[in-house]
């Protein structure tokens, strides 16, 4: 199938066997079964079938289902909030000792989540993207992973996965992805050599700020060894199914962080028109990212799409169908920043981003408070920077809202 056929139809099962053309909700607890030798096999892992929805829902099953199709992987796990995927993505094969090697453009979230990581013995180094002489200096023989965002989140620096995953295999690594900003609409990082594909399905995805959510699939393609990951055990004789197998059976069930039937099926809805969506709102971001740079050349417009941007030919290179519904503006101090977030009238004041509405935010007074300057400015974080998600409004109503908005700002 190709890509709009897939997001309505991919992944269907026998729970639509009474006609319903979405997948029911099943907002039960728990799930009964015909005889205590049934359930007991569930809970060996030796029979298919639900015992109890933190370990396993039927809506949830249909969505992992569909993302696993969309990002062509061997299988997928979902989770209450994007910072739970990629959190269970690590632990699932990290120990104390233990290193990770990252872009150091990244999501201020996901910054302070390797802070919190210090704390049970997991180490991070920070590395310029795309930089590979210094990705190669970083990694040591306590490195354990390789992790990157498609497009960073707000620096929107375009990593080369291709070339990152070459350069990790070489070394024994695992690559793992957050895909949450460019969606497998615009690429399919398992496709390109990413190992593990994580995204914050309550942006894009999702697409109208309904549920939070986060979801991860793996490729199925790494070759695990007891060595080098001893967490997995005797989870690697399951081959391809391993990384899946472990997260499983252990730390998804025992953790808790799982995703809720009814914000699993309010993805399934979204997920529906996610091509649609992206498709016009990489459409909008890039022409108000273009009129914005030719009528006001003395703020600096950061986008992949547009020639000026340091990533433009590594984003021609990678990604389809257009180049991220993200830009960001420099206004040239944090007083103008806020000015003009302030007299915007139709993009709202909003952390999230992916949102079919335009948002807006100051990020580094908001979702990179907790970083260190010097994180601030690796991350692509300054503080008369604003981040804009562009959402599906009419071109010219945004381009006048923000053009109000600017002219305010100038006169002050």
């Known amino acids: 199938m190709k890509f709009h ?15 319903s053309t979405l997948p029911p909700v099943y907002q039960s607890s728990a799930f009964e079964q015909r005889n205590a030798e049934g359930l007991a096999k569930i809970f060996e892992n030796k029979a298919p079938g639900y015992c109890y929805t933190r370990v396993g829902n039927p809506t949830v099953t249909a969505f992992e289902a569909r993302i696993t199709k969309l990002e062509e992987g061997v299988a997928s796990v979902a989770f209450s909030s994007g910072m739970a995927a990629i959190t269970h993505a690590f632990l699932n094969i990290l120990q104390s000792g233990d290193e990770i090697v990252t872009s150091a453009s990244l999501y201020g979230g996901t910054i302070d989540l ?49 070339h990152l995953a070459e350069m990790a295999h070489k070394r024994g690594l695992p690559l793992i992805v957050d895909n949450t900003t460019a969606t ?31 979801i991860l699939t ?15 055990g005797d989870y690697i004789k399951y081959g391809p199914m391993a990384y899946i ?49 030719s009528s006001y050349p003395e703020m600096s417009v950061n986008y992949p799409g547009l020639e000026s941007s340091l990533w433009h030919e590594t984003a021609q290179k990678q990604l389809e169908n257009g180049y991220g519904a993200i830009f960001t503006i420099r206004t040239g101090s944090r007083e103008n920043a806020f000015t003009l977030i302030n007299h915007l009238k139709l993009a709202l004041k909003v ?62």
């Not at 935010?361 to 260190?372: A, E, G, Y």
Request: glycine share 8%; proline share 2%.
């Open 351 to 412: 952390s999230n981003i992916g949102d079919t509405k335009t948002l807006v935010i100051h990020p580094s007074s908001t979702i990179s408070l907790h970083s260190t300057q010097k994180q601030k400015e690796e991350a692509g974080v300054y503080d008369d920077l604003i981040r804009v998600s562009v959402g599906i409004e009419d071109i010219e109503d945004l381009i006048e809202d923000f053009r109000q908005a600017i002219e305010i700002m100038k006169k002050r």
């Open 114 to 162: 390797f802070r919190d990581l210090e704390a049970f013995g997991i180490h991070t180094v920070f590395v310029e993207t795309n930089n590979w002489e210094a990705f190669e200096q970083a990694i040591n023989e306590h490195t354990k992973l390789i992790f990157a965002e498609t497009i960073g989140n707000p620096g929107l620096d375009v990593t080369d996965i291709g």
């Open 184 to 214: 497998s609409y615009l690429i399919r990082p398992l496709k390109l050599g990413a190992d593990i594909v994580v995204n914050s399905s309550s942006k894009y995805i999702n697409g109208n700020s309904s549920a939070i959510s986060g």
């Open 245 to 293: 197998s472990r997260m499983r059976a252990t730390i998804y069930r025992n953790f808790g962080a799982c995703l809720s039937p009814q914000n699993a099926f309010l993805n399934l809805i979204g997920l529906e028109t996610l091509g649609l969506r992206m498709e016009r709102q990489c459409k909008n971001a890039m022409e108000l990212a273009s009129w914005m740079q």
């Open 218 to 232: 793996d490729s199925g393609h790494f070759k695990w060894t007891k060595e080098n990951y001893p967490v997995l």
């Open 5 to 19: 056929t897939a997001v309505l139809h991919a992944g269907k099962s026998e729970m639509e066997k009474y006609g």
